[in-house]
């Protein structure tokens, strides 16, 4: 069954810290892959995509993820945090025959200390 | 623009009502989705509708009601709800290609007493 997981369901870290999170999905087709946020009270915007081309994908706000096509993962990386990146990650996958369907992964909560 | 506008932003209901959530996009989409998040989940897709027609029901009770009127609306209609219906109400659109973004809206909050 197609499933998409991320590993850390709550991450806590200091400003300037860098942050990973990882996102792994079970499907051996084409994927379209996404990294939404919500910020505490705000609704879901887009950070980064992936379709085709270049796995390395820069975002807003300073994030950047990494398709790795072996490790079926799409892991989001930020060099430094701030406090203003304290929300909500959710990995999502579009996989390649479901159209419409968007399968989001449990999310990872993310809070950055001053 | 990317822009997706929901109203309500707050709803409260009780079991015997009937309530309409609206969503709207002027950005020329045409696939549209109503999604159910809870408190500290991801979003579950219920509809989606594609060129005002519906395409996806996630297998919803009936006491949730899809409309899509034109392209750049969508409606939910409510009748007879649950408590454990109370959630976030998030509405989105996407061009409606296999390699299309979504945009999703603010949301309703909904409370079911």
């Known amino acids: 069954a197609q499933s998409v997981s991320q590993h850390n369901h709550h991450v806590i870290l200091s400003e300037a810290a860098s942050l990973e999170l990882g996102c792994n999905y079970s499907?051996?087709?084409?994927?379209?892959l996404f990294w939404y946020v919500q910020y505490p009270g705000q609704h879901l915007q887009l950070l980064l995509k992936y379709f085709s081309g270049d796995p390395l994908v820069k975002g807003i706000k300073g994030f950047e993820a990494e398709f790795i096509k072996s490790k079926f993962s799409f892991n989001l990386r930020k060099p430094s945090v701030q406090w203003s990146d304290t929300a909500e990650y959710f990995c999502a996958v579009k996989f390649g025959s479901s159209w419409g369907k968007l399968q989001f992964g449990a999310g990872t909560q993310v809070v950055v200390t001053p | 623009d990317t822009e997706v506008t929901q109203t309500p932003k707050h709803l409260v209901m009780g079991m015997t009502n009937k309530k309409s959530l609206k969503c709207e996009q002027h950005?020329?989409?045409?696939?549209m989705y109503w999604y159910k998040q809870k408190a500290k989940k991801p979003p579950e897709l219920m509809f989606v509708y594609s060129y005002e027609k519906l395409s996806i029901n996630e297998s919803v009770p009936s006491r949730f009601s899809p409309e899509c009127p034109n392209s750049s609306l969508l409606n939910l209609h409510l009748h007879a709800l649950q408590p454990e219906d109370s959630a976030l109400y998030l509405c989105a659109s996407s061009q409606g290609t296999d390699t299309d973004t979504q945009y999703f809206g603010p949301g309703t909050r909904l409370t079911v007493l």
């Open positions: 499907y051996g087709g084409t994927v379209n």
């Open positions: 950005m020329g989409h045409r696939a």
